[in-house]
């Protein structure tokens, strides 16, 4: 049973930076295909990244060219680097984890079977 630690969340003003972190343990991420997901209040849950076996990563049309995901598998963590911070990105963020055959990347949650319990990013106008 693999448990996701999400950490990193900040409050700070548009054009600002965060980076997001996702620790695993009871298992390794290696083979895993993994991404982070985000909902605001009254929302639906985004997916925003995620990075397939190989390491090819997606983005939402929302965050790209603004957040990337990467993966440090000798540290068992998934990151989230986020530039340009708008208010819009304001939400909790969560990280998710399936260790399957699969090898593409996806943003679809019901592909997950691991969760995180999220760290929330304020950002300020």
């Known amino acids: 049973q693999v448990q996701l630690a999400e950490s990193g969340g900040d409050s700070v003003q548009a054009g600002g930076s965060l980076r997001l972190s996702c620790t695993a343990s009871g298992g390794s991420i290696t083979i895993a295909r993994m991404a982070w997901f985000r909902q605001a209040p009254g929302k639906e849950r985004e997916g925003v990244a995620a990075i397939g076996r190989v390491g090819t990563t997606i983005y939402s049309d929302s965050v790209k060219g603004r957040f990337t995901i990467s993966k440090d598998n000798a540290k068992n963590t998934l990151y989230l680097q986020m530039n340009s911070l708008k208010p819009e990105d304001t939400a909790m963020y969560y990280c998710?984890?399936?260790?399957?055959?699969?090898?593409?990347?996806?943003?679809?949650?019901?592909?997950?079977?691991?969760w995180g319990q999220g760290t929330q990013v304020t950002v300020s106008s």
């Open positions: 998710a984890a399936v260790r399957d055959l699969g090898v593409r990347p996806t943003l679809s949650s019901p592909a997950f079977n691991y």
